[in-house]
């Protein structure tokens, strides 16, 4: 069964720090893009960040370009999203997708067929 897991989501304060984990399941991520998304409610999913298939090549979006990290280790078929300097604005359920269609690079517009669960990250004092 292919599958996608999300983890790492929480409580955390305004400035703080969490990691998130994208762990696959069923097939090897090696063969995939790897994008992680947002979707805060009554507003519209956000692409976040992505990263290539060897990991050479990542992208984030404007509002998190600076705080935010992406990762992989392909040997323990994880991707991971350090977050940094939260605000409460980054509060949202985080998603994970894999992208089988790009080949070189990565893009937050790619052609992401499996996707995890979420978790929630909540920025609050």
């Known amino acids: 069964q292919v599958q996608l897991v999300e983890s790492g989501g929480g409580l955390v304060q305004p400035g703080g720090s969490l990691r998130l984990s994208c762990a696959a399941s069923?097939?090897?991520?090696?063969?995939?893009?790897i994008g992680w998304f947002r979707q805060a409610p009554g507003k519209e999913r956000e692409g976040v960040s992505c990263i290539s298939r060897n990991g050479r090549s990542t992208g984030y979006a404007d509002t998190v370009k600076g705080r935010f990290t992406i990762s992989r280790d392909n040997a323990k078929n994880t991707v991971y999203l350090q977050l940094n300097s939260l605000k409460p604005e980054d509060t949202a359920v985080y998603f994970c997708a894999a992208d089988g269609g790009t080949y070189y690079g990565c893009s937050l517009r790619g052609h992401f067929g499996s996707w995890g669960q979420g978790t929630q990250v909540t920025v609050s004092s």
């Open positions: 069923g097939f090897t991520l090696d063969y995939y893009a």
